[in-house]
Protein backbone atom coordinates (compact mmCIF):
# COMPACT_ATOMS: atom_id res chain seq x y z
CA UNK A 1 0.00 0.00 0.00
CA UNK A 2 1.87 3.43 -0.78
CA UNK A 3 2.67 5.59 2.04
CA UNK A 4 1.61 9.18 0.82
CA UNK A 5 3.54 12.03 2.81
CA UNK A 6 3.06 21.28 1.03
CA UNK A 7 2.43 39.45 -8.25
CA UNK A 8 3.17 41.72 -8.33
CA UNK A 9 1.21 43.09 -11.83
CA UNK A 10 3.25 45.96 -13.14
CA UNK A 11 0.79 48.80 -13.18
CA UNK A 12 0.55 50.82 -16.29
CA UNK A 13 -0.63 54.71 -15.76
CA UNK A 14 -2.55 56.16 -18.40
CA UNK A 15 -1.60 60.12 -19.45
CA UNK A 16 -4.13 62.79 -20.06
CA UNK A 17 -2.69 63.66 -23.31
CA UNK A 18 -4.28 61.39 -25.87
CA UNK A 19 -2.30 58.51 -26.99
CA UNK A 20 0.15 59.29 -24.55
CA UNK A 21 1.48 56.81 -22.28
CA UNK A 22 4.07 57.78 -19.97
CA UNK A 23 7.29 54.92 -19.02
CA UNK A 24 6.23 52.26 -16.14
CA UNK A 25 6.75 53.35 -13.14
CA UNK A 26 8.64 50.52 -11.14
CA UNK A 27 9.69 49.77 -7.55
CA UNK A 28 12.63 50.08 -5.67
CA UNK A 29 14.69 46.86 -6.38
CA UNK A 30 14.64 44.52 -2.91
CA UNK A 31 18.06 44.23 -1.20
CA UNK A 32 19.25 41.33 -0.92
CA UNK A 33 18.62 39.42 2.43
CA UNK A 34 21.63 37.82 3.94
CA UNK A 35 21.17 35.34 7.12
CA UNK A 36 24.50 34.76 9.04
CA UNK A 37 24.09 32.09 11.23
CA UNK A 38 27.09 31.69 13.61
CA UNK A 39 28.47 27.88 14.79
CA UNK A 40 30.83 26.84 16.98
CA UNK A 41 33.10 25.11 14.92
CA UNK A 42 34.78 24.35 10.81
CA UNK A 43 32.99 22.43 8.44
CA UNK A 44 34.74 19.36 7.61
CA UNK A 45 33.55 19.32 4.24
CA UNK A 46 30.51 19.64 1.88
CA UNK A 47 29.91 16.22 0.68
CA UNK A 48 27.28 14.75 2.63
CA UNK A 49 28.35 11.24 2.01
CA UNK A 50 31.74 12.20 4.07
CA UNK A 51 30.33 13.60 6.91
CA UNK A 52 29.58 13.15 10.73
CA UNK A 53 29.17 16.31 12.58
CA UNK A 54 25.89 18.09 13.25
CA UNK A 55 27.17 21.42 11.79
CA UNK A 56 28.55 20.29 8.91
CA UNK A 57 25.19 17.83 8.07
CA UNK A 58 23.16 20.79 9.01
CA UNK A 59 24.82 23.10 6.35
CA UNK A 60 24.41 19.96 3.67
CA UNK A 61 20.60 19.77 4.02
CA UNK A 62 20.49 23.57 2.75
CA UNK A 63 21.94 22.31 -0.26
CA UNK A 64 21.03 18.69 -1.01
CA UNK A 65 18.17 16.71 -0.71
CA UNK A 66 16.95 13.33 0.42
CA UNK A 67 14.33 10.46 -0.47
CA UNK A 68 12.49 11.46 2.61
CA UNK A 69 13.91 14.11 5.43
CA UNK A 70 12.87 14.93 8.83
CA UNK A 71 10.08 18.12 9.92
CA UNK A 72 11.69 20.28 12.78
CA UNK A 73 9.60 17.93 14.96
CA UNK A 74 11.74 14.42 13.48
CA UNK A 75 8.64 13.53 11.81
CA UNK A 76 9.13 11.69 8.71
CA UNK A 77 8.14 13.92 5.42
CA UNK A 78 8.45 13.37 1.73
CA UNK A 79 11.57 14.67 0.23
CA UNK A 80 12.64 13.76 -3.86
CA UNK A 81 10.57 10.81 -3.02
CA UNK A 82 6.53 10.82 -3.89
CA UNK A 83 5.44 7.68 -1.84
CA UNK A 84 6.87 4.00 -1.25
CA UNK A 85 5.88 0.64 -1.37
CA UNK A 86 7.62 -2.03 0.96
CA UNK A 87 7.25 -6.10 0.46
CA UNK A 88 6.37 -7.56 4.17
CA UNK A 89 9.49 -8.93 4.80
CA UNK A 90 10.97 -5.79 4.95
CA UNK A 91 13.49 -6.27 2.33
CA UNK A 92 12.68 -4.83 -0.75
CA UNK A 93 11.47 -0.64 -0.98
CA UNK A 94 10.09 0.95 -3.97
CA UNK A 95 10.22 4.32 -4.24
CA UNK A 96 8.46 6.60 -6.74
CA UNK A 97 10.36 9.85 -7.52
CA UNK A 98 9.25 13.47 -8.18
CA UNK A 99 9.27 14.62 -11.86
CA UNK A 100 10.63 18.03 -13.19
CA UNK A 101 13.49 18.20 -10.70
CA UNK A 102 17.00 19.33 -11.85
CA UNK A 103 19.85 20.32 -10.25
CA UNK A 104 21.38 23.95 -10.21
CA UNK A 105 24.10 23.05 -12.96
CA UNK A 106 20.93 21.80 -15.23
CA UNK A 107 21.51 17.81 -14.27
CA UNK A 108 18.14 16.49 -14.23
CA UNK A 109 17.30 14.21 -10.86
CA UNK A 110 15.66 10.73 -11.61
CA UNK A 111 16.42 6.77 -11.28
CA UNK A 112 19.89 6.96 -12.22
CA UNK A 113 21.01 9.56 -10.10
CA UNK A 114 19.44 7.97 -6.65
CA UNK A 115 21.38 4.35 -8.08
CA UNK A 116 24.29 6.30 -8.78
CA UNK A 117 24.08 8.02 -5.28
CA UNK A 118 23.26 4.52 -3.07
CA UNK A 119 25.72 2.87 -5.07
CA UNK A 120 28.56 5.45 -4.21
CA UNK A 121 27.93 6.15 -0.50
CA UNK A 122 27.79 2.32 0.04
CA UNK A 123 30.93 1.52 -1.56
CA UNK A 124 33.48 0.15 0.65
CA UNK A 125 36.31 1.33 -1.97
CA UNK A 126 35.01 4.87 -1.86
CA UNK A 127 36.20 5.03 2.08
CA UNK A 128 33.47 7.52 3.08
CA UNK A 129 32.03 8.23 6.76
CA UNK A 130 28.23 7.47 6.28
CA UNK A 131 28.59 4.06 4.68
CA UNK A 132 26.67 2.68 7.65
CA UNK A 133 23.51 4.15 6.00
CA UNK A 134 23.66 2.19 3.06
CA UNK A 135 25.22 -1.42 4.67
CA UNK A 136 21.88 -3.15 4.45
CA UNK A 137 21.42 -2.32 1.02
CA UNK A 138 22.07 -5.57 -1.41
CA UNK A 139 21.43 -3.36 -4.77
CA UNK A 140 19.49 -0.47 -6.57
CA UNK A 141 17.73 -1.03 -9.90
CA UNK A 142 16.09 1.29 -11.93
CA UNK A 143 12.73 0.54 -13.00
CA UNK A 144 12.23 3.85 -15.16
CA UNK A 145 13.20 6.86 -15.23
CA UNK A 146 11.48 8.00 -11.62
CA UNK A 147 10.46 4.61 -10.14
CA UNK A 148 13.88 2.91 -8.55
CA UNK A 149 13.90 -0.37 -6.67
CA UNK A 150 16.64 -1.75 -3.60
CA UNK A 151 16.71 -4.51 -2.40
CA UNK A 152 17.95 -5.32 1.21
CA UNK A 153 20.54 -8.45 2.31
CA UNK A 154 18.21 -8.01 5.27
CA UNK A 155 15.18 -7.01 6.59
CA UNK A 156 15.19 -3.23 7.88
CA UNK A 157 11.57 -1.87 8.62
CA UNK A 158 13.16 1.46 9.28
CA UNK A 159 14.84 1.83 6.09
CA UNK A 160 12.67 4.88 5.44
CA UNK A 161 13.83 6.85 7.84
CA UNK A 162 17.43 6.02 7.52
CA UNK A 163 17.26 7.76 3.61
CA UNK A 164 16.03 10.88 6.20
CA UNK A 165 19.58 11.07 7.43
CA UNK A 166 21.68 13.50 6.08
CA UNK A 167 24.09 10.78 5.08
CA UNK A 168 21.53 9.82 2.42
CA UNK A 169 21.22 13.01 0.51
CA UNK A 170 21.62 12.52 -2.98
CA UNK A 171 24.59 14.22 -4.51
CA UNK A 172 25.06 15.29 -8.25
CA UNK A 173 26.94 12.62 -10.47
CA UNK A 174 27.59 15.39 -12.99
CA UNK A 175 29.99 17.22 -10.29
CA UNK A 176 31.07 14.09 -8.33
CA UNK A 177 32.68 12.92 -11.50
CA UNK A 178 34.12 16.33 -12.39
CA UNK A 179 35.85 17.27 -9.08
CA UNK A 180 36.39 13.72 -8.02
CA UNK A 181 38.42 13.94 -4.18
CA UNK A 182 37.66 17.41 -4.77
CA UNK A 183 33.65 17.03 -4.36
CA UNK A 184 33.69 17.67 -0.87
CA UNK A 185 34.32 21.76 -1.23
CA UNK A 186 32.31 21.78 -4.35
CA UNK A 187 28.91 20.11 -3.58
CA UNK A 188 25.72 21.04 -4.53
CA UNK A 189 22.26 18.99 -4.76
CA UNK A 190 18.66 19.96 -5.44
CA UNK A 191 17.90 21.50 -1.77
CA UNK A 192 16.74 25.28 -1.34
CA UNK A 193 20.55 26.42 -1.58
CA UNK A 194 23.53 26.14 -3.87
CA UNK A 195 27.08 26.70 -3.01
CA UNK A 196 29.03 30.36 -3.71
CA UNK A 197 32.25 29.90 -1.84
CA UNK A 198 34.28 27.81 1.12
CA UNK A 199 36.73 29.21 3.00
CA UNK A 200 38.57 28.07 5.99
CA UNK A 201 35.83 29.75 8.88
CA UNK A 202 33.29 30.80 5.98
CA UNK A 203 30.44 29.17 3.79
CA UNK A 204 28.59 31.20 1.89
CA UNK A 205 24.87 29.81 0.14
CA UNK A 206 22.45 31.69 -2.18
CA UNK A 207 19.40 30.26 -3.12
CA UNK A 208 18.77 28.05 -5.74
CA UNK A 209 16.97 29.54 -8.44
CA UNK A 210 16.26 25.60 -10.21
CA UNK A 211 14.85 25.05 -6.70
CA UNK A 212 11.70 22.73 -6.86
CA UNK A 213 9.29 25.52 -4.80
CA UNK A 214 7.94 28.19 -6.69
CA UNK A 215 8.87 31.27 -4.86
CA UNK A 216 11.40 29.44 -2.05
CA UNK A 217 13.78 29.97 -0.40
CA UNK A 218 12.71 33.71 0.61
CA UNK A 219 16.33 34.38 2.10
CA UNK A 220 18.46 35.38 -0.75
CA UNK A 221 22.23 34.33 0.42
CA UNK A 222 22.94 32.41 3.58
CA UNK A 223 26.66 32.87 5.44
CA UNK A 224 27.75 30.15 7.68
CA UNK A 225 30.85 31.54 10.07
CA UNK A 226 32.40 29.85 12.27
CA UNK A 227 32.97 31.58 15.55
CA UNK A 228 34.83 28.92 18.47
CA UNK A 229 34.61 31.09 21.14
CA UNK A 230 31.32 31.76 23.06
CA UNK A 231 30.96 35.17 23.78
CA UNK A 232 32.40 36.03 20.38
CA UNK A 233 29.13 34.84 18.63
CA UNK A 234 27.06 36.48 21.43
CA UNK A 235 28.41 39.37 20.29
CA UNK A 236 28.01 38.93 16.86
CA UNK A 237 24.09 38.68 17.95
CA UNK A 238 23.84 41.35 19.93
CA UNK A 239 25.09 43.91 16.98
CA UNK A 240 23.41 42.12 14.55
CA UNK A 241 26.10 40.97 12.34
CA UNK A 242 24.73 37.57 13.34
CA UNK A 243 21.19 36.48 12.83
CA UNK A 244 21.06 33.62 14.46
CA UNK A 245 23.76 31.52 16.89
CA UNK A 246 24.27 28.12 18.11
CA UNK A 247 25.38 26.62 20.41
CA UNK A 248 24.51 29.16 23.63
CA UNK A 249 25.77 27.51 26.85
CA UNK A 250 23.55 27.49 29.90
CA UNK A 251 25.17 29.87 31.68
CA UNK A 252 24.98 32.84 28.99
CA UNK A 253 21.24 32.28 28.26
CA UNK A 254 20.29 34.98 30.72
CA UNK A 255 21.97 37.92 28.64
CA UNK A 256 19.90 36.96 25.71
CA UNK A 257 16.97 36.80 27.64
CA UNK A 258 17.61 40.72 28.57
CA UNK A 259 17.80 41.71 24.96
CA UNK A 260 14.44 42.74 23.60
CA UNK A 261 15.36 41.98 20.15
CA UNK A 262 16.69 38.68 20.54
CA UNK A 263 15.09 34.90 20.85
CA UNK A 264 15.87 32.00 23.01
CA UNK A 265 15.54 28.71 21.66
CA UNK A 266 15.30 26.62 24.22
CA UNK A 267 13.64 23.35 23.68
CA UNK A 268 14.68 19.32 24.72
CA UNK A 269 16.95 17.57 22.20
CA UNK A 270 17.04 14.11 21.49
CA UNK A 271 20.44 13.52 23.09
CA UNK A 272 20.42 10.72 25.55
CA UNK A 273 23.15 11.98 28.18
CA UNK A 274 24.71 8.63 29.99
CA UNK A 275 28.15 7.03 31.00
CA UNK A 276 29.15 3.66 29.88
CA UNK A 277 29.88 1.08 32.59
CA UNK A 278 32.16 -2.38 31.05
CA UNK A 279 29.30 -4.85 31.48
CA UNK A 280 31.76 -8.07 30.92
CA UNK A 281 34.58 -6.95 33.93
CA UNK A 282 34.29 -6.52 37.25
CA UNK A 283 32.55 -4.84 39.16
CA UNK A 284 30.08 -3.94 36.08
CA UNK A 285 29.41 -7.45 35.32
CA UNK A 286 27.25 -7.28 38.03
CA UNK A 287 23.38 -5.91 37.61
CA UNK A 288 23.26 -4.93 41.48
CA UNK A 289 26.63 -2.74 41.02
CA UNK A 290 25.19 -1.12 37.99
CA UNK A 291 21.60 -0.35 39.47
CA UNK A 292 23.70 1.25 42.54
CA UNK A 293 25.58 3.71 40.73
CA UNK A 294 21.87 4.46 39.22
CA UNK A 295 20.42 5.39 42.45
CA UNK A 296 23.45 7.14 43.81
CA UNK A 297 22.96 9.93 41.25
CA UNK A 298 21.15 13.12 42.11
CA UNK A 299 19.64 13.77 38.57
CA UNK A 300 17.48 16.75 39.65
CA UNK A 301 21.26 18.09 40.83
CA UNK A 302 23.29 17.10 37.54
CA UNK A 303 20.62 18.84 35.36
CA UNK A 304 21.37 22.01 37.89
CA UNK A 305 25.15 21.64 38.49
CA UNK A 306 26.04 20.16 34.74
CA UNK A 307 23.48 22.58 32.50
CA UNK A 308 22.61 25.11 34.67
CA UNK A 309 19.08 23.53 34.45
CA UNK A 310 19.12 23.23 31.22
CA UNK A 311 18.46 19.08 30.92
CA UNK A 312 15.58 17.02 32.04
CA UNK A 313 15.50 13.52 33.38
CA UNK A 314 15.35 10.32 31.16
CA UNK A 315 12.64 7.81 31.27
CA UNK A 316 13.93 5.89 28.50
CA UNK A 317 17.93 4.28 27.20
CA UNK A 318 16.63 6.98 24.09
CA UNK A 319 14.91 10.23 24.63
CA UNK A 320 11.20 11.65 23.84
CA UNK A 321 10.23 12.25 20.33
CA UNK A 322 11.86 9.68 18.70
CA UNK A 323 9.31 7.45 16.98
CA UNK A 324 8.44 4.56 19.25
CA UNK A 325 9.49 6.23 22.42
CA UNK A 326 8.19 3.88 25.76
CA UNK A 327 8.17 5.86 28.61
CA UNK A 328 9.94 3.69 31.81
CA UNK A 329 10.21 4.49 35.31
CA UNK A 330 13.75 6.89 36.37
CA UNK A 331 15.65 5.59 38.87
CA UNK A 332 14.97 7.82 42.02
CA UNK A 333 17.73 9.18 44.12
CA UNK A 334 18.68 6.94 46.71
CA UNK A 335 21.83 6.39 48.30
CA UNK A 336 20.90 4.48 51.48
CA UNK A 337 19.50 1.90 48.65
CA UNK A 338 22.84 2.29 46.45
CA UNK A 339 25.37 1.74 49.11
CA UNK A 340 22.90 -1.58 50.55
CA UNK A 341 23.38 -2.93 46.71
CA UNK A 342 27.05 -2.23 46.72
CA UNK A 343 27.46 -4.17 49.98
CA UNK A 344 25.37 -7.36 48.37
CA UNK A 345 27.48 -7.30 45.24
CA UNK A 346 30.36 -7.76 47.73
CA UNK A 347 31.72 -3.47 47.47
CA UNK A 348 30.84 -2.77 51.16
CA UNK A 349 33.66 -0.18 50.67
CA UNK A 350 33.03 0.64 47.21
CA UNK A 351 35.73 0.23 44.36
CA UNK A 352 38.09 2.57 42.36
CA UNK A 353 37.15 3.26 38.40
CA UNK A 354 38.55 5.39 36.02
CA UNK A 355 35.98 8.18 33.98
CA UNK A 356 36.69 9.20 30.34
CA UNK A 357 35.48 12.10 28.30
CA UNK A 358 35.81 14.72 26.34
CA UNK A 359 38.22 18.15 26.95
CA UNK A 360 35.32 20.14 27.35
CA UNK A 361 33.98 22.30 29.61
CA UNK A 362 30.90 20.73 30.11
CA UNK A 363 32.33 17.42 29.84
CA UNK A 364 34.56 18.22 32.54
CA UNK A 365 31.66 19.04 34.30
CA UNK A 366 29.51 15.85 34.09
CA UNK A 367 32.55 13.88 35.13
CA UNK A 368 33.42 16.03 38.44
CA UNK A 369 29.85 15.93 39.44
CA UNK A 370 29.50 11.95 38.68
CA UNK A 371 33.32 11.75 40.94
CA UNK A 372 31.85 13.52 43.59
CA UNK A 373 28.12 12.14 43.80
CA UNK A 374 29.24 8.61 43.18
CA UNK A 375 32.12 9.33 46.21
CA UNK A 376 29.33 10.01 48.43
CA UNK A 377 28.39 5.79 48.51
CA UNK A 378 32.23 4.76 48.66
CA UNK A 379 32.84 4.51 44.76
CA UNK A 380 36.40 6.57 44.29
CA UNK A 381 36.13 8.10 40.36
CA UNK A 382 39.14 9.33 38.79
CA UNK A 383 38.05 11.91 35.84
CA UNK A 384 40.30 11.39 32.48
CA UNK A 385 39.43 14.11 30.17
CA UNK A 386 40.97 13.24 26.96
CA UNK A 387 41.89 15.18 23.56
CA UNK A 388 38.89 13.78 20.97
CA UNK A 389 41.54 11.98 18.98
CA UNK A 390 43.37 10.61 22.03
CA UNK A 391 39.96 9.32 23.17
CA UNK A 392 39.08 8.17 19.94
CA UNK A 393 42.53 6.03 19.65
CA UNK A 394 41.63 4.97 23.04
CA UNK A 395 38.29 3.24 22.24
CA UNK A 396 39.18 1.97 19.24
CA UNK A 397 42.58 0.38 19.97
CA UNK A 398 42.18 -3.33 21.04
CA UNK A 399 38.33 -3.05 21.09
CA UNK A 400 37.66 -6.31 22.01
CA UNK A 401 35.70 -6.43 25.33
CA UNK A 402 38.87 -8.31 27.05
CA UNK A 403 41.15 -6.06 25.84
CA UNK A 404 38.93 -2.15 25.84
CA UNK A 405 40.85 0.37 28.05
CA UNK A 406 37.65 2.48 29.11
CA UNK A 407 36.07 1.12 32.32
CA UNK A 408 33.47 4.08 32.07
CA UNK A 409 33.06 6.68 29.16
CA UNK A 410 31.17 10.18 29.77
CA UNK A 411 29.19 10.26 26.30
CA UNK A 412 25.64 10.51 24.90
CA UNK A 413 23.80 9.72 21.78
CA UNK A 414 20.93 11.33 19.35
CA UNK A 415 18.91 9.99 16.54
CA UNK A 416 19.17 11.97 13.37
CA UNK A 417 16.69 9.35 11.36
CA UNK A 418 13.96 10.13 14.27
CA UNK A 419 13.52 6.68 14.23
CA UNK A 420 13.93 4.02 17.49
CA UNK A 421 15.94 1.89 15.59
CA UNK A 422 19.25 4.24 15.58
CA UNK A 423 17.91 5.68 18.80
CA UNK A 424 19.21 2.16 20.39
CA UNK A 425 21.03 0.12 18.22
CA UNK A 426 23.94 1.65 18.02
CA UNK A 427 24.73 1.14 21.67
CA UNK A 428 22.48 -1.27 23.14
CA UNK A 429 22.84 -3.70 20.23
CA UNK A 430 24.86 -7.23 21.34
CA UNK A 431 26.36 -7.24 18.21
CA UNK A 432 27.71 -3.41 18.28
CA UNK A 433 30.62 -3.91 20.31
CA UNK A 434 33.25 -1.15 18.79
CA UNK A 435 34.30 -0.99 15.56
CA UNK A 436 31.01 -1.97 14.13
CA UNK A 437 28.95 0.39 16.51
CA UNK A 438 29.23 1.99 19.71
CA UNK A 439 28.24 -0.27 22.61
CA UNK A 440 31.10 0.74 24.84
CA UNK A 441 29.29 -1.17 27.58
CA UNK A 442 29.82 -4.34 26.03
CA UNK A 443 26.11 -4.73 26.97
CA UNK A 444 24.66 -8.07 25.52
CA UNK A 445 20.93 -9.38 26.24
CA UNK A 446 19.60 -11.66 24.34
CA UNK A 447 16.00 -10.57 24.92
CA UNK A 448 17.21 -6.75 23.57
CA UNK A 449 19.02 -8.38 20.74
CA UNK A 450 15.72 -9.94 19.79
CA UNK A 451 14.09 -7.09 20.14
CA UNK A 452 15.58 -5.14 18.24
CA UNK A 453 16.02 -7.48 15.33
CA UNK A 454 12.29 -7.63 15.27
CA UNK A 455 11.59 -4.29 14.69
CA UNK A 456 13.74 -3.72 11.99
CA UNK A 457 11.79 -7.18 10.34
CA UNK A 458 8.73 -5.35 9.59
CA UNK A 459 7.11 -1.85 8.28
CA UNK A 460 4.00 -2.49 10.22
CA UNK A 461 4.27 0.49 13.19
CA UNK A 462 2.31 -1.48 15.51
CA UNK A 463 4.79 -4.70 15.22
CA UNK A 464 7.90 -2.63 15.39
CA UNK A 465 6.51 -0.49 18.64
CA UNK A 466 5.60 -3.30 20.53
CA UNK A 467 9.63 -4.77 19.79
CA UNK A 468 11.18 -1.14 20.47
CA UNK A 469 8.87 -1.27 24.06
CA UNK A 470 10.43 -4.62 24.91
CA UNK A 471 14.17 -3.66 24.36
CA UNK A 472 13.71 -0.65 26.38
CA UNK A 473 11.87 -2.11 28.95
CA UNK A 474 14.82 -4.73 29.43
CA UNK A 475 17.42 -2.50 28.87
CA UNK A 476 16.20 -0.11 31.49
CA UNK A 477 15.65 -3.14 33.84
CA UNK A 478 19.41 -4.13 32.95
CA UNK A 479 21.11 -0.91 33.91
CA UNK A 480 24.27 -1.29 31.27
CA UNK A 481 24.64 2.06 31.86
CA UNK A 482 24.58 5.01 34.12
CA UNK A 483 21.55 7.32 32.93
CA UNK A 484 22.13 10.73 33.57
CA UNK A 485 19.65 13.08 32.16
CA UNK A 486 18.66 15.02 28.63
CA UNK A 487 19.81 18.29 27.40
CA UNK A 488 18.19 20.94 26.15
CA UNK A 489 19.04 22.57 22.55
CA UNK A 490 20.15 26.01 23.30
CA UNK A 491 20.32 28.68 20.58
CA UNK A 492 19.50 32.21 20.01
CA UNK A 493 18.36 34.52 16.88
CA UNK A 494 17.27 37.75 15.95
CA UNK A 495 13.32 38.54 16.45
CA UNK A 496 13.48 39.01 12.96
CA UNK A 497 14.16 35.67 11.59
CA UNK A 498 11.38 33.52 11.12
CA UNK A 499 11.10 30.06 10.24
CA UNK A 500 14.57 28.99 12.23
CA UNK A 501 15.39 26.57 14.84
CA UNK A 502 16.97 23.26 16.44
CA UNK A 503 16.21 20.09 15.58
CA UNK A 504 16.28 17.68 18.25
CA UNK A 505 19.17 15.74 16.66
CA UNK A 506 21.32 19.40 17.63
CA UNK A 507 21.09 20.43 13.60
CA UNK A 508 19.89 23.65 12.80
CA UNK A 509 16.81 23.98 10.72
CA UNK A 510 16.13 26.46 8.33
CA UNK A 511 12.53 25.75 6.69
CA UNK A 512 12.01 26.08 3.18
CA UNK A 513 9.74 29.46 3.57
CA UNK A 514 12.20 31.00 6.49
CA UNK A 515 12.18 35.25 6.45
CA UNK A 516 14.65 37.52 7.84
CA UNK A 517 13.10 41.28 7.95
Given at each position: ????????????????????????????????????????????????????????????????????????????????????????????????????????????????????????????????????????????????????????????????????????????????????????????????????????????????????????????????????????????????????????????????????????????????LFATMHNQKKPFNDIRVRTALNLAIDKKAYSKVVWSGY?????????????????????????????????????????????????????????????????????KVTVEALEAGVLTAKLYTNPAPETAAIQMLLTGWSSST????????????????????????????????????????????????????????????????????????????????????????????????????
Amino acid sequence: MPHQLPRLLPRLLAAAALFAVTPFITAPARAAVDLVVAVSDNLNGLDPHDLNDNISQAAARLTHEGLFKLDRDMKLVNGLAESFTANEAATEFVFKLRRGVAFPDGTPFNAGVVKFSFDRGGNPANNLKRQSIYVMIDHTDVVDDYTVKVTLKYPFGAFPNNLAHPGALIVNPTLVNKFGKEFTRNATGTGPYELVSWGADALKLKKNAKYRMPGLPKIDTLTYKSVPENGSRLAMLQTGEAQFITPVPPEMIRIVERNADLVVFDKPSLLSLFATMHNQKKPFNDIRVRTALNLAIDKKAYSKVVWSGYADELDSPMAPGLQFYAKQTPFPYDPAKAKALLAEAGYPNGFEVTISGGPSTIARRGMEFVQQQLAMVGVKVTVEALEAGVLTAKLYTNPAPETAAIQMLLTGWSSSTGDADWGIRPFLWGKGFPPVLNNFAYYKSQIVDDAIEAGLSTVDPVKRAAAYATAQAQAWKDAPLLFLGMSHNLAAYSKKLKGASMRGDQQFQLDDDASLD
